[in-house]
């Protein structure tokens, strides 16, 4: 239960929708529960969740990669609000800035800077090396400070 906003947040950021980011936690907990043997006993649960939940995403937009709604963006530019309130322009700026830096990038981030998991942690969810880790969160903050017009000092 400890897991599951860690997960909903982290689902949010891929799927940029809370109903879809409900869908996949519902799934990624489905899943666990039915594959509880699978879990080897004294490892990190949250990360094996994380695993599940990123796997589980990437199978589904793979199925529907080729799907377009609105190429064009003529539909919905008609819908666009000018935001009236700073922290609503400052979170659209951020999540534009977010959506430019790469997958690998944008997940490292996230899960160390955003879900405030450890470099080791988020290595193992990503299966990636501790180093490769830290070396994607330090371009990351680098780039998204960049994109903001910000130091990197700002973004820490």
Known sequence: MRALPPLRAFAINLTRSIDGAEDLVRDTVLKAITRQERFE???NMEA??????RNAYFSAHRKTQREVEDGAGLY???LIT?????HKIIMRNLEAALAKLSPEHRDALILVGAEGMAYEEAATVLGVKVGTMKSRVNRARTRLAELMGMTVTDVG
């Not at 094996?48 to 939940?53: A, E, G, M, R, S």
Request: no cysteine; glycine share 6%; net charge negative.
């Open 41 to 43: 006993p004294g490892t």
């Open 48 to 53: 094996w969740l994380f695993t599940i939940l």
């Open 76 to 78: 919905s530019s008609t």
């Open 82 to 86: 000018i935001a009236d309130q700073e």
